[in-house]
Nanobody
């Protein structure tokens, strides 16, 4: 599975961004897909996930502000981020878990910077 993340950038607090994760090698509709984020000196943080049955889950810090979705025809997973805060600044990574819940494949990351 190969993953290509995009859509990061600089945005003011309160603004929105949509990240994309284009996948190849497996259908995103058939596996667990997730978004994670990381800032220097901190552990990687779970952001959101979507299962093959379209069940979604979110980290506590983004609930109610972020939405994960997918487009099966484009084999792409999205992360819509609204009401962004400076603490959302991080490198965002998409990941795929073809078997079970272990994320075995990772994209290259896309940087999101939220200014106050």
């Amino acid at each position: 599975v190969q993953l290509q993340a995009s859509g990061g950038g600089l945005v003011q607090a309160g603004g929105s961004l949509r990240l994309s994760c284009a996948a190849s090698g497996r259908a995103v509709s058939s596996i667990l897909m997730g978004w994670f984020r990381q800032t220097p000196g901190k552990e990687r943080e779970f952001v959101a996930s979507i299962t093959w049955s379209a069940t979604t889950a979110y980290g506590d810090s983004v609930k109610g502000r972020f939405t994960i979705s997918r487009d099966n025809a484009k084999n792409t997973v999205y992360l819509q981020m609204n009401s962004l805060k400076p603490e959302d600044t991080a490198a965002y990574y998409c990941a795929a878990a073809p078997k079970g819940s272990t994320y075995a494949y990772w994209g290259q990351g896309t940087l999101v910077t939220v200014s106050s």
